[in-house]
């Protein structure tokens, strides 16, 4: 009977140890398949896949920066010279542009002279800058040249102030008002929830009746367990026109209406870890307190609050975490706007909605997808941050006296 127990013990014992190594495995491969994929994204070309700049030989700029690009297809740039060439208008010529000055039987019945034409277009015109498909685009022209293109670098893509991930021929990947988004979605809501999350942690610990507690705390807890596109519907119906009206706002998708909707889903977390760990203080230090005067409120905020301060501050930070992370309900109520906010009042874009809103519509293995994941790596190393802040703070203090 012994031999058997040792033997299912052994068993018992492989099992845990061959399930915890391929869980580890696991995450480990997730992890590196996640930021392979992210930092590809530093190998793409700056212009579109597949397509090209053009320019006559005779023009001195050498090469063009991705919001250069965009600012001269865009009309903001209009002068060779405000890019480090010679005084000239540019003119801007993109593809589809051939099919208004030469007609469909001077391309061939293939095609095959669409080069050709695209080549004489460039050679008339000194100023001119094409947006080519590189499989019609003229080959070994003397008079045109091909502007190299530049990989997209992580400057670009951290320094960047514009979300453009599908405009032509540059998409641009600043991530600026993605990350600005975010934490003044997720600040907001932390100032709101921690004062409101605190109070009815103390109010259960120390103040409430058991019948009250027993009531009370399943009900938050369940809070949690309502999925956030319910959270998203109500931010919407309810609390995106109270907003716009009470703040007298053109609409009513800000980065405060998604932060009150992230306060209340991150109530449950802060009131739960924040309870529990006030009721771990030691019955012999209340009464203590007690025994030498102390009033039951002194008692609170002298003993029971500073006692508990590590599980409070575990509560906050992984509550920062329930924030941060949040897509669906977020994606709903803030407007959606990749720009960088200057008040609490305008619509935002976070991290984690702009994975959710673009991932579906991004062409697999191309930049805006790989720009993705690399969101998917900045989120990914701010959870990982919060986490191991939280760990440390709830370890600290574990062996206090009783």
Not at 159 to 187: D, N, Q, R, Y
Not at 253 to 274: H, K
Request: aromatic share 10%; charged share 15%; proline share 5%.
């Amino acid at each position: 009977m012994k031999q058997l127990r040792r033997i299912f013990e052994r068993f018992v014992e492989f099992t845990l140890t061959v399930s915890g190594a391929i869980t580890g495995i696991t995450i480990l491969l997730i992890v590196v398949f996640l930021f392979k994929e992210g930092f590809g994204l530093f190998n793409s070309s700056s212009v579109e896949n597949g397509y090209g700049l053009y320019v006559n030989s005779e023009n001195s700029v050498t090469d063009l920066s991705p919001i250069e690009t965009k600012k001269i297809f865009d009309f903001e740039i209009t002068n060779w010279k405000e890019v480090g060439g010679a005084d000239g208008e540019i003119i801007v010529f993109r593809f589809d542009e051939i099919f208004d000055i030469y007609s469909e039987s001077e391309f061939g019945e293939n095609y095959e002279l669409l080069p050709d034409k695209l080549a004489e277009v460039i050679a008339d015109n000194p100023n001119i800058i094409a947006f080519l498909p590189q499989q019609y685009a003229p080959a070994d022209v003397i008079d045109v040249r091909q502007l190299p293109s530049k990989s997209i670098t992580i400057a670009d893509f951290f320094g960047g102030k514009e979300w453009l991930p599908t405009a032509t021929p540059s998409p641009l990947f600043g991530v600026l008002p993605l990350i600005a988004g975010t934490l003044l979605v997720s600040i907001i809501a932390i100032l709101i929830a921690l004062p409101l999350g605190l109070g009815v942690a103390i109010y259960l610990s120390e103040l409430a009746g058991e019948r009250v507690r027993k009531f009370m705390k399943p009900t938050i807890e369940l809070l949690a367990g309502i999925p956030s596109v319910v959270y998203g519907f109500f931010g919407l119906v309810v609390l995106v026109p109270i907003v716009q009206k009470v703040f007298n706002l053109d609409v009513g998708e800000t980065a405060f209406t998604g932060s009150l909707i992230l306060a209340v889903m991150a109530l449950p977390t802060i009131i739960t870890v924040a309870e529990d760990a006030m009721r771990n203080t030691p019955r012999a230090m209340r009464e203590a307190s007690l025994a030498l005067g102390a009033t039951h409120w002194q008692t609170i905020y002298k003993v029971v609050v500073p006692y508990s301060v590590s599980g409070i501050s575990a509560a906050v930070v992984l509550g920062v975490g329930r924030a941060i992370g949040e897509t669906m309900a977020v994606l709903m109520v803030t407007g959606n706007a990749a720009v960088i906010p200057h008040s609490a009042f305008v619509s935002v874009r976070t991290i984690p909605a702009t994975i959710a809103a673009e991932l579906g519509e991004a062409p697999a293995g191309g930049a805006h997808f790989q720009s993705l994941f690399m969101l998917g790596c900045i989120l990914f190393a701010i959870t990982m941050i919060i986490s191991i802040t939280a760990e440390m703070i709830s370890k600290r203090d574990t062996n206090k006296g009783v």
